[in-house]
Protein backbone atom coordinates (compact mmCIF):
# COMPACT_ATOMS: atom_id res chain seq x y z
CA UNK A 1 0.00 0.00 0.00
CA UNK A 2 1.24 3.62 -0.58
CA UNK A 3 1.18 6.02 2.08
CA UNK A 4 1.51 9.92 2.11
CA UNK A 5 3.22 11.07 4.89
CA UNK A 6 3.20 14.91 4.01
CA UNK A 7 -0.33 16.08 2.51
CA UNK A 8 -2.46 19.58 3.46
CA UNK A 9 -5.87 20.12 3.18
CA UNK A 10 -7.60 23.55 4.07
CA UNK A 11 -11.31 24.43 4.83
CA UNK A 12 -13.27 25.17 1.70
CA UNK A 13 -14.40 28.91 1.98
CA UNK A 14 -10.68 29.60 2.17
CA UNK A 15 -8.89 26.89 0.47
CA UNK A 16 -8.55 29.00 -3.16
CA UNK A 17 -7.47 32.02 -1.57
CA UNK A 18 -5.05 30.55 1.14
CA UNK A 19 -3.34 28.43 -2.50
CA UNK A 20 -3.42 31.47 -4.57
CA UNK A 21 -1.11 33.36 -1.41
CA UNK A 22 1.52 30.51 -1.10
CA UNK A 23 1.50 29.56 -4.37
CA UNK A 24 1.96 33.26 -5.45
CA UNK A 25 4.93 33.53 -2.71
CA UNK A 26 6.70 30.25 -3.74
CA UNK A 27 6.20 31.09 -7.75
CA UNK A 28 4.38 27.28 -7.53
CA UNK A 29 0.98 26.11 -8.38
CA UNK A 30 -1.10 23.48 -6.46
CA UNK A 31 -2.27 20.22 -8.00
CA UNK A 32 -5.98 19.64 -6.37
CA UNK A 33 -8.10 22.41 -4.97
CA UNK A 34 -6.58 22.02 -1.61
CA UNK A 35 -10.09 20.86 0.07
CA UNK A 36 -10.38 17.28 1.45
CA UNK A 37 -12.73 16.06 -1.56
CA UNK A 38 -9.83 17.37 -3.59
CA UNK A 39 -7.68 15.00 -1.93
CA UNK A 40 -9.70 12.01 -1.59
CA UNK A 41 -10.33 12.19 -5.88
CA UNK A 42 -6.45 12.49 -5.91
CA UNK A 43 -5.91 9.25 -3.77
CA UNK A 44 -8.72 7.30 -4.79
CA UNK A 45 -7.53 7.94 -8.59
CA UNK A 46 -3.97 7.43 -7.77
CA UNK A 47 -4.43 4.58 -5.46
CA UNK A 48 -2.87 6.03 -2.29
CA UNK A 49 -4.26 3.90 0.52
CA UNK A 50 -3.65 6.68 3.33
CA UNK A 51 -2.94 10.25 3.41
CA UNK A 52 -1.38 12.08 6.81
CA UNK A 53 -2.72 15.80 6.89
CA UNK A 54 -0.40 17.89 8.68
CA UNK A 55 -1.54 21.35 9.98
CA UNK A 56 0.68 24.49 10.05
CA UNK A 57 -0.74 26.28 13.39
CA UNK A 58 0.45 30.35 13.33
CA UNK A 59 -0.55 31.29 16.50
CA UNK A 60 -0.96 29.87 19.80
CA UNK A 61 -4.68 30.69 20.31
CA UNK A 62 -5.85 28.33 17.35
CA UNK A 63 -4.07 25.50 18.89
CA UNK A 64 -7.28 24.04 20.69
CA UNK A 65 -9.54 25.41 17.83
CA UNK A 66 -8.03 23.28 15.05
CA UNK A 67 -7.09 20.58 17.03
CA UNK A 68 -11.14 20.71 18.26
CA UNK A 69 -11.64 20.07 14.36
CA UNK A 70 -9.56 17.26 13.92
CA UNK A 71 -10.99 15.13 16.80
CA UNK A 72 -14.42 15.98 15.36
CA UNK A 73 -13.77 14.57 12.49
CA UNK A 74 -11.51 12.00 13.22
CA UNK A 75 -13.45 8.36 12.61
CA UNK A 76 -15.22 10.15 9.41
CA UNK A 77 -11.85 10.50 8.18
CA UNK A 78 -9.81 7.64 9.07
CA UNK A 79 -12.27 5.63 7.90
CA UNK A 80 -11.70 7.09 4.02
CA UNK A 81 -8.21 6.50 4.42
CA UNK A 82 -7.23 10.16 5.59
CA UNK A 83 -5.01 10.43 9.53
CA UNK A 84 -5.04 14.25 10.81
CA UNK A 85 -2.01 15.12 12.46
CA UNK A 86 -2.54 17.68 15.47
CA UNK A 87 -0.93 21.12 15.53
CA UNK A 88 1.24 22.92 18.59
CA UNK A 89 2.32 25.93 18.61
CA UNK A 90 5.82 27.07 20.34
CA UNK A 91 4.02 29.42 22.72
CA UNK A 92 1.21 27.53 23.69
CA UNK A 93 1.09 27.28 27.27
CA UNK A 94 -0.38 23.57 28.29
CA UNK A 95 1.72 21.38 26.18
CA UNK A 96 1.14 18.14 27.59
CA UNK A 97 -2.65 18.63 28.22
CA UNK A 98 -2.89 19.06 24.94
CA UNK A 99 -0.54 16.35 23.40
CA UNK A 100 -2.64 14.18 25.97
CA UNK A 101 -5.79 14.93 24.92
CA UNK A 102 -4.73 13.85 21.00
CA UNK A 103 -3.14 10.61 22.12
CA UNK A 104 -6.03 9.48 23.93
CA UNK A 105 -8.02 10.36 20.86
CA UNK A 106 -6.20 8.23 18.56
CA UNK A 107 -4.20 11.45 16.72
CA UNK A 108 -0.85 9.70 15.53
CA UNK A 109 1.08 12.54 15.73
CA UNK A 110 1.46 16.54 15.30
CA UNK A 111 3.35 19.60 13.02
CA UNK A 112 5.57 21.74 13.70
CA UNK A 113 6.37 24.28 11.13
CA UNK A 114 9.22 26.79 12.50
CA UNK A 115 9.37 28.62 9.68
CA UNK A 116 5.80 29.87 9.81
CA UNK A 117 5.81 30.04 13.64
CA UNK A 118 9.25 32.04 12.91
CA UNK A 119 11.01 29.99 16.12
CA UNK A 120 14.49 27.81 15.61
CA UNK A 121 13.69 24.30 16.01
CA UNK A 122 15.97 23.60 19.12
CA UNK A 123 14.45 26.67 20.66
CA UNK A 124 13.45 25.44 24.46
CA UNK A 125 9.79 25.22 23.60
CA UNK A 126 10.25 23.53 20.85
CA UNK A 127 12.34 20.97 23.24
CA UNK A 128 9.74 20.74 25.47
CA UNK A 129 7.11 19.61 22.72
CA UNK A 130 9.40 17.12 21.29
CA UNK A 131 10.39 16.16 25.06
CA UNK A 132 6.75 15.72 25.49
CA UNK A 133 5.64 14.25 22.21
CA UNK A 134 8.12 11.44 22.64
CA UNK A 135 7.28 10.95 25.93
CA UNK A 136 3.58 10.11 25.23
CA UNK A 137 4.53 8.48 22.13
CA UNK A 138 3.95 10.37 19.31
CA UNK A 139 5.48 11.63 15.99
CA UNK A 140 6.34 14.66 15.22
CA UNK A 141 6.67 15.77 11.87
CA UNK A 142 8.80 18.87 11.46
CA UNK A 143 9.50 21.13 8.56
CA UNK A 144 13.14 21.02 8.13
CA UNK A 145 15.74 23.34 5.95
CA UNK A 146 13.94 26.56 4.19
CA UNK A 147 10.44 27.28 3.12
CA UNK A 148 10.65 28.87 -0.21
CA UNK A 149 7.45 30.95 0.61
CA UNK A 150 9.22 32.29 3.85
CA UNK A 151 12.39 34.03 2.12
CA UNK A 152 15.77 34.98 4.56
CA UNK A 153 16.37 32.74 7.64
CA UNK A 154 16.69 28.63 8.19
CA UNK A 155 14.63 28.24 11.41
CA UNK A 156 14.93 24.43 10.70
CA UNK A 157 18.52 23.71 9.86
CA UNK A 158 20.69 20.77 10.12
CA UNK A 159 22.78 22.35 12.66
CA UNK A 160 19.33 23.05 14.36
CA UNK A 161 18.11 19.50 14.06
CA UNK A 162 21.71 18.17 15.53
CA UNK A 163 20.50 20.25 18.56
CA UNK A 164 17.28 18.78 19.29
CA UNK A 165 18.72 15.21 18.67
CA UNK A 166 21.65 15.82 21.27
CA UNK A 167 19.49 17.80 23.83
CA UNK A 168 16.08 15.56 23.81
CA UNK A 169 16.58 12.44 21.28
CA UNK A 170 13.42 12.12 20.42
CA UNK A 171 11.55 9.04 19.52
CA UNK A 172 9.65 9.38 16.71
CA UNK A 173 10.90 12.70 14.40
CA UNK A 174 10.02 13.20 10.97
CA UNK A 175 12.30 15.76 8.83
CA UNK A 176 10.24 16.54 6.06
CA UNK A 177 11.89 17.08 2.49
CA UNK A 178 14.80 15.05 3.16
CA UNK A 179 15.45 16.27 6.53
CA UNK A 180 16.45 20.30 5.30
CA UNK A 181 15.32 21.62 1.69
CA UNK A 182 18.06 22.83 -0.36
CA UNK A 183 20.61 21.58 2.43
CA UNK A 184 20.94 18.35 1.29
CA UNK A 185 24.70 18.27 0.71
CA UNK A 186 24.81 18.74 4.76
CA UNK A 187 22.30 16.68 5.64
CA UNK A 188 23.81 13.65 3.78
CA UNK A 189 27.39 14.85 5.48
CA UNK A 190 26.37 15.69 9.04
CA UNK A 191 22.71 13.97 9.32
CA UNK A 192 22.52 11.10 7.26
CA UNK A 193 22.11 7.68 9.97
CA UNK A 194 20.81 9.49 12.47
CA UNK A 195 17.41 7.96 14.53
CA UNK A 196 15.22 10.10 12.78
CA UNK A 197 12.89 9.95 9.66
CA UNK A 198 12.89 12.13 6.31
CA UNK A 199 10.27 12.54 4.29
CA UNK A 200 10.58 12.69 0.65
CA UNK A 201 7.75 15.58 0.20
CA UNK A 202 8.98 18.52 -2.48
CA UNK A 203 12.20 17.41 -2.92
CA UNK A 204 12.05 16.03 -6.54
CA UNK A 205 10.38 16.58 -10.36
CA UNK A 206 8.84 19.92 -11.45
CA UNK A 207 7.85 23.00 -9.78
CA UNK A 208 5.14 23.81 -12.11
CA UNK A 209 3.84 27.71 -11.89
CA UNK A 210 0.62 29.37 -12.60
CA UNK A 211 0.34 30.80 -16.08
CA UNK A 212 2.04 33.73 -17.09
CA UNK A 213 3.93 33.26 -13.99
CA UNK A 214 7.70 33.82 -13.61
CA UNK A 215 9.43 30.06 -12.78
CA UNK A 216 10.50 29.45 -9.23
CA UNK A 217 13.76 30.54 -8.76
CA UNK A 218 14.61 27.26 -6.76
CA UNK A 219 13.45 25.36 -9.55
CA UNK A 220 16.71 23.50 -10.09
CA UNK A 221 17.32 22.78 -6.46
CA UNK A 222 15.75 19.78 -6.11
CA UNK A 223 17.04 16.64 -6.44
CA UNK A 224 18.51 14.49 -8.73
CA UNK A 225 17.62 10.91 -9.33
CA UNK A 226 21.56 9.89 -8.22
CA UNK A 227 21.52 12.34 -5.24
CA UNK A 228 18.09 11.56 -3.77
CA UNK A 229 19.17 7.67 -4.16
CA UNK A 230 22.31 8.62 -2.49
CA UNK A 231 20.68 9.88 0.46
CA UNK A 232 18.50 7.49 0.68
CA UNK A 233 20.57 4.67 0.97
CA UNK A 234 23.14 6.73 3.05
CA UNK A 235 20.37 7.73 6.00
CA UNK A 236 18.72 3.98 5.78
CA UNK A 237 16.27 3.11 3.29
CA UNK A 238 14.06 1.98 6.13
CA UNK A 239 14.22 5.53 7.37
CA UNK A 240 12.66 7.48 4.47
CA UNK A 241 9.06 7.99 4.06
CA UNK A 242 7.51 8.90 1.06
CA UNK A 243 5.48 12.13 1.15
CA UNK A 244 4.28 14.75 -1.72
CA UNK A 245 3.34 18.15 0.15
CA UNK A 246 -0.13 17.49 -1.96
CA UNK A 247 -1.41 19.95 -2.79
CA UNK A 248 2.23 21.60 -4.02
CA UNK A 249 2.78 18.03 -6.38
CA UNK A 250 1.01 15.70 -7.75
CA UNK A 251 0.20 12.46 -5.85
CA UNK A 252 0.45 9.85 -9.04
CA UNK A 253 3.21 11.84 -11.11
CA UNK A 254 5.35 11.73 -7.92
CA UNK A 255 4.59 7.89 -7.27
CA UNK A 256 5.58 7.63 -10.99
CA UNK A 257 8.82 9.24 -10.31
CA UNK A 258 10.00 7.75 -7.13
CA UNK A 259 9.56 4.52 -8.91
CA UNK A 260 12.30 5.84 -11.82
CA UNK A 261 14.64 6.92 -9.39
CA UNK A 262 16.55 4.15 -9.51
CA UNK A 263 15.42 2.35 -6.24
CA UNK A 264 15.23 -1.60 -5.78
CA UNK A 265 11.91 -3.03 -5.95
CA UNK A 266 12.14 -3.33 -2.47
CA UNK A 267 13.14 -0.32 -1.48
CA UNK A 268 10.24 1.09 -3.29
CA UNK A 269 7.95 -1.05 -1.28
CA UNK A 270 9.85 0.43 1.75
CA UNK A 271 9.76 4.23 1.15
CA UNK A 272 5.73 4.01 -0.62
CA UNK A 273 4.49 2.45 1.87
CA UNK A 274 6.12 -0.07 4.31
CA UNK A 275 7.90 2.29 6.92
CA UNK A 276 5.16 4.46 7.71
CA UNK A 277 2.72 2.01 8.20
CA UNK A 278 5.42 0.27 10.59
CA UNK A 279 5.98 3.77 12.38
CA UNK A 280 2.28 4.67 11.89
CA UNK A 281 1.21 1.34 13.19
CA UNK A 282 -0.94 0.43 10.63
CA UNK A 283 -1.56 -3.05 9.04
CA UNK A 284 -4.07 -3.54 6.55
CA UNK A 285 -5.45 -0.06 4.31
CA UNK A 286 -8.29 1.31 6.49
CA UNK A 287 -7.78 -0.93 9.40
CA UNK A 288 -6.34 2.08 12.19
Known amino acids: MIIDMHTHIFPGHIAEKTLKKLGIAAHIRPHTDGTLYGLLVSMRHNGIAYSITQPAVTSPGSVEHLNDTVLEKLLPLQSQGILPFGGMHPDYPHVRRELLRLKNAGVKGIKLHP ?11 YLRILHEASDLGLIVLAHAGVDISVNGYDYASVEHVLHVLKEVAPQKLVLAHMGGWGNWPQVESDLAGAPVWLD ?3 TYGRMDTYPGMEPSPHSDTVLTSEDFVRLCRRHGIQKILFG ?9 EYVKQLRAMGLTGAEQKAVLGENAARLLG ?4 LRI
Open 115 to 125: AYQRTDLDDPR
Open 200 to 202: TAF
Open 282 to 285: LSDP
Open 244 to 252: TDSPWQDQG
